[in-house]
């Protein structure tokens, strides 16, 4: 990737609408072959290419990747998404997109299971080299050789450095990590009323909290600085 924020949206859409090729596509242009992945049902660890006892099949964490993309597009052809808004921190290697989509199992009948959800998926991004195909130069284990340059260029450097010999760089993605609120999740798994159950627990937690300061703030005062000693005004004042 070159802008990582203006191209984001077609790699998730290839991954979550396109067709499985275009998934596998996406995956080994866009993914690391050692990309890990974290989400509330499925982790894949970040490996390097593993040779599968008496066979020349090569596996790595890439392909679990593809796995899971795969098997959510059989349970839900027809993913609904919306990108809202991508934001890249530069200085982090970290791309921010905020998305909602709606998650359909296909052997529901009349789409009485639907998902419709809210995340955070954060993509850690790693700026690598590449050859003429604009594939990633990796070493014999299938990794990403440890250089310096991860550092941010101003314009006259990343300027300098294309006319050099030295050979292009490209973000690829190293890990991705899905963050739900816990309503969403629970609507993955008992979409028929459990996230509004949780919406009624933290409403509660509220009145909890509302009800121990009027009933405590005055003794609890009293215990932490008459008893106990301890002054609140000096401990916020504390570095």
Known sequence: MDFPEHQVPHIIRALTQFSRDSQQEALEDYFLPNAYFIHPFCRVPSFSDIRIPFT?????SRCFLAFIYQWYRILSPEIKLEIDSTSFDKHANLLYVSLRQTFTLWFVPLSLWQANVKLVTVLHLERVPVDSRNKPLLNDKGEVPKTSDNDILNDQEEEELILSEQPPKLYFIKGQEDHYHVEDFLK??????????????QLLATIVCAIG???????????????????????????
Do not use: C, H, T, Y
């Open 56 to 60: 020349n099949r090569i596996i790595n």
């Open 188 to 201: 993955f798994i008992a979409p028929w009323g459990a996230s509004l159950l949780w919406a009624m627990w």
């Open 213 to 239: 300061v009027v009933l405590l703030r005055r003794p609890i005062i009293f215990l932490q600085e008459r008893v106990l000693g301890l002054d609140s005004l000096a401990i916020r004042k504390k570095p």
